[in-house]
């Protein structure tokens, strides 16, 4: 109140003209109108769609968490309408569109967001391409060419609901991918007139890449969109998707590309990593893949004799002889370990050893065992002295044992004969 009348009393000292108050006057009304027009802004589709049923409805709660609500984005925004007037709202006139189909869903929504100028006002760091992008894919594709089956932006991303990606409750966020593309692609009924599989969604819930992802936390694990792209056809520099695996695994897709399968495959039309580990339902690798045995891969295309099974056995048995040697030391350092050995340094250094099987693993993929030996070379060195410093160490704990047992015999000797002798005397 005070400052209001201390304003009012250096207006009044300024001695203003009767037109500048009255300016002055105007302005202040036309703010006061405009704020209270703001904060009561009348939805009345909002009002009539929270409370009709489906498919009609609309929940209030939910719109107005949602992204484009948030920034000043309503109903009148994408439907037209005059959300002011409760009897003509829906009216044409007022610019009312009806009902939006299918077909028409990504010019909508391209509308702004392909709309570099208007979008930079709100995020510039917003992709624009969107629209763009959706049209390479087979879903815009299949689209423009009539199939109105096909996921269009809102059955990824909801429709009154958005949420923007990294937002856990988006239907678009990593955690939440798979499901929202398992609405149509894991059901039979719906995908049936398109004869492709319907087992991606349970496949990848079993792979390695779902566990890493959901169980350990590791969102830089691929989902359905890391390997198909969120939008266009595929992630930006991946000419295929069957070559998306060479974007995080460097090492295996350089040593594949100098291996003689490289141009094998390539002769034969088979994908690269995805003939061994498929697809969706990648497994954790084991020893076993590379062998003369029944869970060999190789042994899918090579039969015993030809130089690739031959490679397969003498990869597999380098593999083995490693992860044997190293079992051997770990057995023997845990044993000094326990009767009080110091070989603290040497269980340390057997890290090494387990470092390069884990490099014998990766270069299975050159297919030459001569490389697979390079790798494990060191790691068999650190196994064979780190054995001999548990075996020194077992032998100093012998030699003390043989000490100690000389000392207390000679000690019980001692004893013994100090009591002979005690008992001689007081005879
Ligand atoms: C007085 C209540 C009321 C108001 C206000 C109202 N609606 Fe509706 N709306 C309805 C009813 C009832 C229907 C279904 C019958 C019909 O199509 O007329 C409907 C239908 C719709 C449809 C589907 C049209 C179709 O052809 O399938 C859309 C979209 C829609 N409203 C949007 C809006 C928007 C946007 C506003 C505000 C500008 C609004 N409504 C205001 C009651 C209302
Ligand atoms: C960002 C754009 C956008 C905003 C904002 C928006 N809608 Fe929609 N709305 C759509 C789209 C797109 C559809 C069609 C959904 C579909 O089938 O994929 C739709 C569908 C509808 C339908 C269902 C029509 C039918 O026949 O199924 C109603 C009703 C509706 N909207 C009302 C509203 C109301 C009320 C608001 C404001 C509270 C609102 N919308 C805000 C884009 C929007
Ligand atoms: C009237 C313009 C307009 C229309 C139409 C529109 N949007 Fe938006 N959209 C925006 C604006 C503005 C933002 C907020 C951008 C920001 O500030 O991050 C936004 C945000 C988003 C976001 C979150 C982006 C992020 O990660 O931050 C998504 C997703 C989105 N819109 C999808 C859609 C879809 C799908 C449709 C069609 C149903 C649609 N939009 C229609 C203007 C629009
Ligand atoms: C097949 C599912 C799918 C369809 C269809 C789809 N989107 Fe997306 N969209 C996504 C995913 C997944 C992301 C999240 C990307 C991420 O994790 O950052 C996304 C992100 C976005 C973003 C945030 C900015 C960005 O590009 O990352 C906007 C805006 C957006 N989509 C708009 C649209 C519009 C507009 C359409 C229709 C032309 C559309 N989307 C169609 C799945 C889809
Ligand atoms: C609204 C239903 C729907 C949703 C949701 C949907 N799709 Fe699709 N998708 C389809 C249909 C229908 C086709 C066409 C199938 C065909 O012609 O082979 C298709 C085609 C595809 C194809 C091409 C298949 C081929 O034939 O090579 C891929 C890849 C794909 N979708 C991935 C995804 C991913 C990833 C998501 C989730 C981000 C997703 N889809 C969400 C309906 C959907
Ligand atoms: C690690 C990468 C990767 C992930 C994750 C992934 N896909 Fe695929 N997907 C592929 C590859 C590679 C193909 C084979 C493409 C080809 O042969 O051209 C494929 C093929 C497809 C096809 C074509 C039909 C088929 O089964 O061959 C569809 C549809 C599809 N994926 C949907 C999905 C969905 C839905 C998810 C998530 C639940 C998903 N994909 C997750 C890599 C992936
Ligand atoms: C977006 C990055 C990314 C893409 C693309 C990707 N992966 Fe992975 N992959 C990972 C991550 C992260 C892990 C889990 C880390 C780990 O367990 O070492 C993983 C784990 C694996 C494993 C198990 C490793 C182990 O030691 O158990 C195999 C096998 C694998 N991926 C093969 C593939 C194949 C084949 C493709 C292509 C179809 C592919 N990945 C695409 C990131 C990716
Ligand atoms: C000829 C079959 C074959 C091909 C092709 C192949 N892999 Fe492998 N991959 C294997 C075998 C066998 C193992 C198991 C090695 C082990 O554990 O002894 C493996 C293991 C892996 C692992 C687990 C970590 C590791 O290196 O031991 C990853 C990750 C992996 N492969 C990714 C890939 C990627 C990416 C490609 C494509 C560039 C690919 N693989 C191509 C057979 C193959
Ligand atoms: C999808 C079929 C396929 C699988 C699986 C496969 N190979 Fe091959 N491999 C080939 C073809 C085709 C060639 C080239 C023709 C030939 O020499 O037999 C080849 C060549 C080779 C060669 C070179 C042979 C030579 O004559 O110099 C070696 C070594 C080899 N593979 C080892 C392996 C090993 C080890 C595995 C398992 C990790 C494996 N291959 C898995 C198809 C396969």
Request: proline share 4%; charged share 20%.
């Amino acid at each position: 109140m005070n400052t209001l009348r201390t304003s009012a009393l250096t207006i009044i000292q300024m001695r203003p003209s009767p037109r500048t108050l009255l300016r002055g006057f105007a302005l202040a009304i036309f703010f006061a109108v405009s704020l209270t027009a703001l904060a009561q802004a009348p939805n009345t589709c909002l009002d009539c769609h929270s409370v009709l049923d489906a498919p009609l409805t609309v929940n209030a709660e939910s719109f107005s968490a949602s992204i484009h609500a948030q920034k000043g984005i309503t109903c009148v925004n994408c439907h037209g309408g005059d959300p002011a007037s409760a009897d003509n709202a829906m009216d044409k006139k007022t610019g009312f569109k009806g009902k939006i189909t299918r077909q028409q869903v990504p010019e909508l929504c391209g509308k702004c967001h392909s709309d570099t100028a208007y979008m930079r006002q709100y995020n510039p760091s917003l992709r624009t391409d969107q629209l763009a992008q959706y049209r390479t894919s087979v879903h815009g594709k299949k689209l423009l060419s009539g199939d109105s089956k096909v996921a269009v932006c809102t059955d990824c991303h909801s429709v009154h609901e958005i949420r923007p990606a990294n937002d856990s409750r988006s239907t678009v966020n990593p955690l939440n991918v798979a499901t929202t593309c398992s609405h149509c692609h894991a059901d039979q009924q719906y995908m049936k007139p398109y004869g492709i599989k319907t087992a991606q969604f349970a496949d990848y819930s079993k792979s390695v890449h779902h566990e890493a992802m959901t169980v350990r936390g590791d969102l830089s694990a691929p989902t359905c969109t890391t390997c198909h792209g969120n939008h266009g056809a595929a992630p930006p520099g991946v000419a295929s998707v069957t070559n998306v695996c060479s974007t995080c695994h460097v090492f295996q897709s350089q040593l594949f590309d100098e291996s003689p399968h490289k141009a094998a495959f390539a002769a034969a039309g088979l994908p690269g990593c995805v003939t061994c580990h498929s697809n969706h339902d990648i497994e954790h690798p084991a020893d076993t893949m590379v062998s003369t045995g029944d869970k060999s891969v190789c042994a899918t295309c090579h039969s015993a004799g030809d130089p690739g099974l031959n490679t397969a056995g003498e990869i597999h048995g380098k593999l083995q002889d490693l992860q044997d040697r190293i079992a051997r030391s770990k057995e023997i350092l845990d044993r000094a370990a326990e009767s009080g050995m110091e070989v603290g340094q040497a269980q340390l250094d057997l890290i090494q050893a387990t470092d390069a099987l884990t490099k014998g693993r990766v270069a299975v993929h050159s297919a030459r065992a001569a490389k697979v030996e390079q790798e494990l070379q060191p790691g068999n060195a650190v196994a064979e002295k780190t054995y001999r410093a548990g075996e020194q160490a077992l032998h100093e704990r012998n030699y003390r044992r043989v000490g100690l047992s000389i000392s207390l015999l000679v000690i019980g000797a001692t004893l013994l004969g100090l009591r002979l002798w005690i008992r001689e005397i007081e005879q």
